[in-house]
């Protein structure tokens, strides 16, 4: 069974503008998290999303937003980027019931210019 | 809020060394808790988990015991390898309605040499 998949897996944008990163879960899993990790910051809660409904959001600005699509697919944004987005966006999805095994994909480096 | 508090890196050992990783929470409820390996250049693994008190978790030679009177899970091997290079993170689930939602310790930096 295919793992967790985000694309792209490296980014460079500069200040301003906006992004787009995406994550296909394991086939079957329904329920997708989005986190943010930094050196500072270390790794961050951004939103988790299960039958294209957000279920719970971290402490992020409005400038990130994310989404679901009916074949569990998700997609984050970042509008209005700034220096400090730099980071590794990590997803991870798992089966509804079985939230404590979460699946991990490899991140996408975003780099903000 | 929850909280996970690791002990700080970055941790040198020769190979075949003992390994302890300390880690503490601070949590409302009753939490499930994980520690998570990252390799360069990838993502989280799931090293190993424990759901309810006592629970020990146990994976690749690595163990950690969900302790509720002391608020810890401390990662332990007994003998490491130079292949278990990696940051180790420690984490919580309070689960309800958090649902998914972890929350990580600062990760600590293992190198092992040879």
Not at chain 2, 29 to 57: C, R
Request: charged fraction near 15%.
């Amino acid at each position: 069974k295919a793992g967790v998949t985000q694309t792209p897996r490296y980014l460079i944008k500069t200040r301003g503008q906006q992004v787009t990163l995406s994550c296909s879960p394991i086939s079957g899993h329904r329920s997708v998290s989005w986190y943010q990790q930094t050196p500072g910051q270390g790794l961050q809660f951004l939103f988790e999303y299960f039958s294209e409904t957000q279920r719970n959001k971290g402490n992020f600005p409005g400038r990130f937003s994310g989404r679901q699509f009916s074949n569990s697919r998700s997609e984050m944004n970042v509008s209005t980027l700034e220096l400090g987005d730099s980071a590794l966006y990590l997803c991870a999805s798992s089966l509804e019931g079985n939230t404590d095994t979460q699946y991990f994909g490899p991140g996408t480096r975003l780099t903000v210019l | 809020g929850n909280s996970v508090t690791q002990m700080e890196g970055p941790v040198t050992l020769s190979e075949e060394a003992f390994l302890t990783i300390n880690c503490t929470y601070t949590a409302t409820g009753y939490p499930s808790l994980f520690w998570y390996v990252q390799y360069p250049g990838e993502g989280l693994q799931l090293l190993l988990k424990a759901t309810k008190a006592d629970d020990k978790g146990s994976n690749k030679g690595f163990e950690a015991t969900y302790r509720k009177e002391t608020t810890s899970f401390h990662l332990e091997k007994g003998s490491v390898q130079v292949s278990d290079s990696a940051v180790y993170f420690c984490a919580l689930r309070e689960g309800g309605t958090s649902y998914g939602k972890l929350t990580f310790g600062q990760g600590t930096i293992l190198t092992v040499h040879p």
